[in-house]
């Protein structure tokens, strides 16, 4: 799949995604991330990890430029998240599609060319092509034909993965892509996420998962406000974890704490 549009460093400073200062994001009145300041480079695998209801999915969201910058600022693609929306495909956690709505995996899939050939232009080879491959890339081929009310959580999932991959953007937000999945779709999108198949795009994805933190290229920690930020050696060491999750959690939570060999023994940095 070839990606079309802006070179992946173009317009950025030092080939950064995203640059925050004395960033404040809200809900009303209720502050779901309070004054942080980090960045997010624009290559490789991010993973934002925090317990729930931290401010991790409010982030994807601001990065998206769904949610406005309250105080400080955030700039995105060398600019306001708003105009780098062309630029990035947002994958959400889960969608709820009504049982009455015919819409089938090619459809849906196919929904990601929208963007790019408007709403009622019909497809040429090229997008046709596009929706082919993320499907095939996805494992969902043979889902094609099928409603989306008729897929398992995991298949709707690779399904939603694929229509980012055939928006064809450079950057890709997904939020908690994971969780709770069936093992081969975890696989499916586990590989697309640190395997050949991400063909240089840069990816933010949002978990709860240590593990998955550690295989990230860099580590953003939030916990109502950015805790720490780097490399995973930097961030996922003891202290931060206790500041975001709680001293009580550690102690009771081993599987979040085993290391990638699941070593029972092993001791946090």
Same mark, same amino acid.
Not at 85 to 108: F, N
Not at 242 to 262: K, N, R, T, Y
């Given at each position: 799949?070839?990606?079309?549009?802006?070179?992946?460093?173009?317009?950025?400073?030092?080939?950064?995604?995203?640059?925050?200062?004395?960033?404040?994001?809200?809900?009303?009145?209720?502050?779901?991330?309070?004054?942080?300041?980090?960045?997010?480079?624009?290559?490789?695998?991010?993973?934002?990890?925090?317990?729930?209801?931290?401010?991790?999915?409010?982030?994807?969201?601001?990065?998206?430029?769904?949610?406005?910058?309250?105080?400080?600022?955030?700039?995105?693609?060398?600019? $306001?998240?708003?105009? /780098? #929306?062309?630029?990035?495909?947002?994958? %959400?956690? &889960?969608?709820? @599609?009504?049982? *009455?709505?015919?819409?089938?995996?090619?459809?849906?899939?196919?929904?990601?060319?929208?963007?790019?050939?408007?709403?009622?232009?019909?497809?040429?080879?090229?997008?046709?092509?596009?929706?082919?491959?993320?499907?095939?890339?996805?494992?969902?081929?043979?889902?094609?034909?099928?409603?989306?009310?008729?897929?398992?959580?995991?298949?709707?999932?690779?399904?939603?993965?694929?229509?980012?991959?055939?928006?064809?953007?450079?950057?890709?937000?997904?939020?908690?892509?994971?969780?709770?999945?069936?093992?081969?779709?975890?696989?499916?999108?586990?590989?697309?996420?640190?395997?050949?198949?991400?063909?240089?795009?840069?990816?933010?994805?949002?978990?709860? $998962?240590?593990?998955? /933190? #550690?295989?990230?290229?860099?580590?953003? %920690?939030? &916990?109502?406000? @950015?805790?720490? *930020?780097?490399?995973?050696?930097?961030?996922?060491?003891?202290?931060?974890?206790?500041?975001?999750?709680?001293?009580?959690?550690?102690?009771?939570?081993?599987?979040?704490?085993?290391?990638?060999?699941?070593?029972?023994?092993?001791?946090?940095?």
């Amino acid at each position: 799949m070839s990606l079309v549009g802006r070179a992946p460093h173009e317009g950025c400073g030092a080939g950064l995604l995203a640059e925050a200062t004395d960033l404040v994001l809200r809900y009303g009145n209720h502050t779901a991330l309070a004054r942080s300041t980090f960045t997010i480079p624009l290559d490789g695998v991010t993973a934002v990890i925090g317990p729930n209801g931290s401010g991790k999915s409010t982030l994807l969201h601001a990065l998206a430029g769904l949610v406005p910058v309250a105080e400080g600022r955030l700039r995105v693609l060398g600019g $306001d998240p708003r105009a /780098a #929306r062309d630029e990035i495909s947002y994958v %959400l956690q &889960s969608t709820v @599609v009504p049982h *009455s709505t015919p819409i089938t995996v090619r459809e849906t899939v196919g929904m990601g060319r929208y963007p790019r050939v408007g709403l009622f232009r019909r497809f040429g080879r090229a997008d046709r092509a596009q929706v082919a491959e993320a499907m095939r890339r996805m494992g969902i081929e043979n889902l094609a034909g099928r409603h989306l009310h008729e897929l398992s959580g995991g298949q709707r999932q690779r399904v939603y993965v694929a229509q980012g991959l055939a928006q064809d953007h450079w950057v890709m937000l997904l939020d908690e892509p994971l969780t709770g999945l069936d093992l081969v779709s975890a696989r499916t999108i586990d590989g697309l996420i640190h395997g050949d198949g991400r063909d240089g795009r840069t990816v933010v994805l949002t978990t709860h $998962d240590l593990n998955e /933190a #550690r295989a990230a290229d860099h580590v953003i %920690l939030v &916990s109502g406000r @950015v805790v720490a *930020s780097g490399s995973p050696e930097t961030v996922c060491n003891r202290q931060n974890l206790e500041v975001a999750f709680g001293l009580g959690s550690l102690h009771g939570w081993g599987g979040f704490l085993d290391d990638p060999a699941h070593d029972p023994h092993h001791t946090l940095p």
